[in-house]
């Protein structure tokens, strides 16, 4: 391969990448946090469901008596 070959394949990296890299770290853990607050928010959602079916349950029983 002569010069001109590899110059399709070079790649320049100016100094833009110590910039980029806290940002891509900062980045990533706020979308680790945004997931983790969407699971939180499905878990509280199911765990509102079933407190709500828990208590019809319990409302939908009548005491009898008994003699």
């Not at 910039?19 to 939180?40: D, H, S, T, W, Y």
Request: glycine share 2%; proline share 3%; aromatic share 6%.
């Amino acid at each position: 391969m002569n010069h001109a070959d590899h110059s399709l394949y070079e790649t320049h990296i100016s100094n833009q990448p110590k910039q980029i890299v806290p940002n891509l770290f900062g980045q990533e853990i706020n979308a680790r946090k945004e997931m983790l607050f969407a699971f939180r928010s499905l878990i509280d959602a199911k765990i509102e469901a079933l407190e709500k079916k828990e208590k019809k349950k319990v409302e939908k029983k009548k005491k009898i008596k008994i003699e």
